[in-house]
């Protein structure tokens, strides 16, 4: 379910936590009940933003759901365009966001420049 870790995002004015850019398959459930896919799209202790078809409100909670880590109650903060952002209950340890981040990392891509079939002399 899990796709890569992208890169790693400075922390901007306003920002209380640096973010990590990620690609990670989630599942949210609304106080409703309530359960949809999301793709979290980045990743902080604090919270994280995700793209998900579930009709949220800013001030819903959801619970986070995410492959190796105990469901994660987040209030949501903001919702744009299908993506929102979380911040957490609890704050995640930054041991955990990396993990996270690690446990998902894909291999760099080889031979990706060059024309394909050609070989090096």
Known sequence: ???????????????????RVVNLAARLRDPGARIGDAEVLNLSTDGFMAETELDLEPGTYVWLKLAGLEPQCSRCVW???????????????PA????????????????????????KR
């Open 96 to 119: 955990t966001v990396e993990m996270l981040a690690e446990a998902n990392r894909k291999p760099p891509v080889r031979n990706h420049f060059g024309i394909a079939g050609q070989q």
């Open 79 to 93: 919702v744009e365009n299908g993506k929102a952002g979380f911040q957490f209950a609890t704050a995640l340890h």
């Open 1 to 19: 379910m899990s796709r890569a870790q992208l890169a790693i995002l400075p922390i901007p004015e306003g920002r209380q936590a640096e973010r």
